[in-house]
Each structure stands twice: as structure tokens, then as C-alpha cells.
Nanobody, 125 residues
Framework: QVQLVESGGGLVQPGGSLRLSCAAS????????VGWHRQAPGKQRELVAA???????GYTDSVKGRFTISRDYAKNAVSLQMDNLEPGDTAVYYC???????????????????WGQGTQVTVSS
């Protein structure tokens, strides 16, 4: 069983930065297409940044120019760099991804639409 593992959340003051990371829990899996979502208390979950399998990137308007999604090839992970954070960015952030399998198990294949457990980001003074 493979999972998505997120890290990097925390408490930061307005204007500060955080870097979230999302990786597969088993080394034989790698992230293909990925999206970072967030859900604030009392609000619906929203997609904030996404990267397709061919590297196309998109952001929701409220984070354009402040958030950057990228692949971390050294860690076999995908990162979300969040700069100039605002109180409105406070939410639980989730990674959602399709995974490729490069192992030798004949009965194991790619995984689609896998969600991480979420990581809390709080922006407050």
C-alpha cells in the first residue's frame, strides 16, 4: 500500500514563507500529475496549484505570484513554495496525485487520485 506523505506545514506570521512537500511513501512510486488543495474551516476544499504529467502548471488567482509548485527530483517529491503568506491562506493543505510505478512487481501498477493526510498551515501574528 502506498501513501502520499506531506510535510512542511506550521505557524508563520503574515508575510512569511513556508515550503510544503509531498512524496510517495514507497520508493518504487513517483508522482506524475499533482495538485495542492486547501480547506479552511467552514469552507469548501479548493485547488490552489497543479502540475500536469507534462509539466503544465496552473494556480488559482488568489495565490498567483506568491505560490510556486515544482518537482524536487532529489527527494522524488513535489513542493509548494508559499511566500508572502496572508491570514487568508490559513487552511489544511492536501496533496492529490497520480503515481507511476517503476518496481518489478507484475501485479502492481500506477495509482490514481491518491490523497495525502493534510498538513496545517496557520498564518497569524
Amino acid at each position: 500500500q502506498v501513501q502520499l506523505v506531506e510535510s512542511g506545514g506550521g505557524l508563520v506570521q503574515p508575510g512569511g514563507s513556508l515550503r510544503l512537500s509531498c512524496a510517495a511513501s514507497r520508493i518504487a512510486f513517483s508522482i506524475n500529475a499533482v495538485g495542492w488543495h486547501r480547506q479552511a474551516p467552514g469552507k469548501q476544499r479548493e485547488l490552489v496549484a497543479a502540475m500536469s504529467d507534462v509539466g503544465r502548471i496552473g494556480y488559482t488567482d488568489s495565490v498567483k505570484g506568491r505560490f510556486t509548485i515544482s518537482r524536487d527530483y532529489a527527494k522524488n517529491a513535489v513542493s509548494l513554495q508559499m511566500d508572502n503568506l496572508e491570514p487568508g491562506d490559513t487552511a489544511v493543505y492536501y496533496c492529490n496525485a497520480d503515481l507511476l510505478y517503476s518496481g518489478s512487481d507484475y501485479y502492481t501498477g500506477p495509482v490514481h487520485n491518491l490523497w495525502g493526510q493534510g498538513t496545517q498551515v496557520t498564518v497569524s501574528s
